[in-house]
């Protein structure tokens, strides 16, 4: 009997191991635009800002403590959490020819204002050359799409669309540049 024991826990054991799945694991986006901007604050150079509205451009230099705040407020992604990997899908792609890994990451859910977000990497390594993501946010009954490229140590442009009743009503382009290298 008891050997009969030992052998149904030993069978539920294996069957319960071979069943475990292991967890998804995400680029650590969060990580990454977190190391990006404190390098940025670190550093002793100027944040340019180009505005382009109803055709009409305007330059300026911006404080960098205002920018760590507009980017941070942009990018509430972490791809690490338990509940953010079941929201978003993954797309691996690989091209040698030009020596780019796309990672590509996409979510239906009403929750994450980030629709998709793709990060190129260099083959090879662990180097974000760029990263491209699409932003859907609603306030009363206007939607604003922000499409945002961002280029490692350089800059990041964002461009705005407003929408009401689904025409758009305004387009804000946005480009702020520092240029480390």
């Known amino acids: 009997m008891k050997a009969y024991l030992n052998l149904v826990f030993f069978a539920a054991y294996l069957i319960t191991s071979c069943n475990t799945e292991q967890p998804k694991e995400y680029f650590p986006f969060k990580s990454f635009l977190t190391n990006e901007l404190n390098e940025l604050d670190s550093l002793p150079i100027a944040i340019f800002k180009y505005q382009t509205r109803n055709g009409k451009v305007d330059t300026s230099i911006i404080e960098k403590k205002q920018f760590l705040e507009i980017a941070t407020s942009l990018f509430e992604l972490d791809l690490q959490e338990k509940k953010t990997i079941q929201a978003y899908k993954e797309l691996v792609l690989e ?3 030009i020596e780019n890994i796309a990672i590509h990451y996409t979510t239906e859910n009403q929750s994450y204002p980030i629709k998709q977000l793709q990060l190129n990497i260099r083959t090879g390594t662990s180097m974000v050359k ?3 993501a699409e932003r859907l946010d609603i ?3 206007i939607k604003i799409v922000r499409k945002i490229l961002w280029s490692t140590k350089k800059g990041v442009s964002i461009t705005s669309i407003y929408y009401k009743n689904n025409k758009i009503q305004e387009t804000l382009t946005e480009k702020y540049s ?4």
Do not use: C, K, P
Not at 178 to 181: Q, Y
């Open 178 to 181: 520092w240029s480390i290298e």
């Open 95 to 97: 091209d040698t020819d």
């Open 130 to 132: 760029n990263f491209y």
């Open 139 to 141: 306030s009363g009954d």
